[in-house]
């Protein structure tokens, strides 16, 4: 079974690529609302969240978003163990899931494949791709956000420029027709080099 990681900058669509994908009935692990269930409902992660931020990361035995997010805003160390907590359980989390699929191909939908150096964990890369003005008001409009809070998400994320470079495929997804006829091309690729 081949690993095929999903990526792209915020407002770039990644998500409404990965249904397409599913629609074609490949198993997509979305990597965004595993980590928050693990960060709910693993005792290990717990812990370990607890043992970086204190009792208060968790109230009611929910995560604590907002405390936890005061903690690492403007703290690139806090957030970066925080991220090694987090990214290693998923990835755990993601081959267990991936070795119980019956496919040829499974999908993970992650953002920061090329930003975290992970490409080479994945048999091949697809990179969700939008010009900036589109994927700012995208977000804009999906969060209610002002264009600046947008901007200050992308520092985060690495060029697309970079990433196309980086990646084994790249959906420009501007026009919904064009992005499922090139999913339905990279998803024929895909199963031809099986």
Known sequence: MKLIGLTGGIGSGKSTVAKMFA??????????????????????VKRAIIGLFGEAAYLDERLNKKHIA?????????????????????????????????TQYVIQETA?????????????????????????????????????????RMEHQLDDEIKRRKA????????LEQTAHNVLG?????????
């Open 70 to 102: 005061e903690q690492v805003f403007g703290n690139a160390e806090l957030l970066e163990k925080l991220n090694a907590i987090v990214h290693p359980a998923v990835r755990e989390h993601f081959l267990q899931w991936a070795s119980e699929q019956k």
């Open 186 to 194: 990279i998803h024929q690729k895909i199963l031809g080099t099986l």
């Open 23 to 44: 629609d074609l009935g490949v198993p997509v692990y979305d990597s965004d609302r595993e980590a928050k269930k693990l960060m709910r409902d693993s005792a290990t």
């Open 168 to 175: 084994d495929y790249v959906i420009e997804n501007l026009d």
């Open 112 to 152: 920061l494949i090329f930003e975290n150096g992970m490409q080479a964990f994945y048999d091949a890369t697809i990179l969700a791709a939008a010009d900036e003005s589109v994927r700012i008001q995208r977000v804009m409009e999906r969060d209610s956000i002002s264009e600046g809070q947008v901007r200050a």
